[in-house]
């Protein structure tokens, strides 16, 4: 199975890293220690994001998984 020139997940999972990121040194330069709790909340989100990107991936890959294995599962019934 030939892989996509452009990977959707691959893409949202740098855009959101790279947010977060950049959010966490804004709120570090605006705010100083204040910032502290902000940017807690900032490195959960980011997790939580990496997380569902993860679980979206490996859901696509099973998923590709099983229509490879029915469509050859037919080709040896055929």
């Known amino acids: 199975m030939a892989k996509p020139a452009?990977?959707?997940l691959r893409a949202l999972a740098i855009a959101s890293q790279?947010?977060?990121f950049?959010?966490?040194i804004t709120l570090e330069t605006l705010m100083?220690?204040?910032a502290r709790p902000w940017q807690g909340w900032t490195l959960a989100a980011m997790v939580v994001a990496a997380?569902?990107?993860?679980l979206a991936r490996l859901y696509r890959r099973n998923k590709a998984r099983k229509a490879l294995a029915r469509r050859l599962?037919?080709?040896d019934e055929g």
Do not use: Q
């Open 18 to 20: 790279a947010l977060g």
């Open 73 to 75: 599962g037919d080709d």
């Open 22 to 24: 950049i959010l966490i």
């Open 51 to 54: 997380v569902g990107i993860a």
């Open 6 to 8: 452009f990977d959707t």
């Open 32 to 34: 100083g220690d204040a």
